[in-house]
């Protein structure tokens, strides 16, 4: 009876899986869009705007350090594939004052048209035991890794809704799947990214916007280098257990997965959440239908 019902099972998910492709968005054509890459001075960001300006996209950076941009802006227009692509750089802190972050998601949108994907990847990592961590710390960590993800999505989604259509990509961590020593001021952090994520999604489904979230090992950045300083003993044993990752390795796969939006697993919660998402729907369409009627009269 066991093996009956596991088969069961097994064959449920590879029909979904076989389906997925039906019921998917279709790809995003990189060729000639807007890309906005928060945290593209260095790291994962960075890598991203290079994978995406490989395949024709327009960039714009998003980081503190102008000095930093600028060096990157270099290297990203690099790989241009045509004379018509342009690399826009924006020094910004993202999680400080959401007024500035939609001031300048307007004026980069006035100069390389609205934006196709927003890529949330600026981050801080600080590891360290509970009591050890200097409690402004978790403060910070929250700042910068959720409403430093929060701010830049809210100044894009009103033109993405407008438009039907738009990505959004979270670049979380393994950390915010499962919690580990050392990270408890880190892995809440983003945690929250995940709850944001597929909250947000279920809002923006049916305008034809589609979110991802990306949960990248320990990947060789300055960012990593730095946080090693402090790494507790046990904390460091953990993190060797996985390896650590090329960004521009880790890039491709954000970016391929930014772009199609569906994978096995993601299937499997689309089943579960559908109900749910025709409710949405519904909601959706009757107010429409209710201000059409009001214009009306």
Do not use: W
Request: hydrophobic share 45%; net charge positive; with cysteine.
């Amino acid at each position: 009876m066991l093996l009956v019902v596991a088969a069961f099972i097994v064959a449920f998910v590879l029909l979904l899986y076989m389906i997925s492709p039906l019921i998917s968005p279709k790809p995003l054509k990189l060729n000639g869009a807007h890309v906005v890459v928060t945290g593209g001075s260095s790291g994962i960001g960075k890598s991203i705007a290079v994978e995406c300006y490989k395949q024709g996209a327009f960039i714009t950076l998003v980081a503190r350090d102008e000095a930093k941009l600028l060096q990157a802006k270099k290297e990203v227009e690099k790989f241009a594939i045509n004379d018509k692509q342009v690399v826009l750089c924006i020094s910004v802190d993202v999680s400080s004052d959401y007024s500035q972050v939609e001031s300048v998601i307007k004026q980069a949108q006035e100069k390389l048209g609205p934006v196709d994907m927003l890529v949330n990847c600026a981050g801080l990592a600080i590891s360290g035991k509970f009591e050890d961590v200097e409690v402004d710390r978790f403060k910070k960590l929250m700042e910068v890794n959720y409403l430093g993800s929060v701010y830049p999505t809210r100044a894009v989604i009103t033109t993405m809704k407008e438009r039907r259509m738009g990505r959004i990509m979270f670049v979380s961590s393994q950390a915010g799947q499962i919690g580990l020593f050392g990270y408890t001021a880190y892995s809440p952090s983003k945690f929250a990214l995940r709850g944001l994520a597929e909250s947000l999604q279920m809002e923006i489904k049916p305008y034809n916007i589609y979110v991802t979230v990306a949960y990248p090992p320990d990947t060789e950045t300055p960012g990593l280098a730095e946080e090693n300083k402090t790494k507790p003993l046990e904390t460091k044993l953990i993190s060797e257990t996985s390896g650590v990752c090329q960004p521009d390795q880790v890039a491709k796969i954000i970016v391929r997965d930014a772009i199609v939006t569906m994978g096995l697993f993601r299937t499997i919660a689309l089943f579960y959440l559908g109900s749910f998402d025709s409710i949405v729907r519904r909601c959706m369409i009757q107010r429409e239908q209710s201000k059409a009627a009001d214009k009306r009269e």
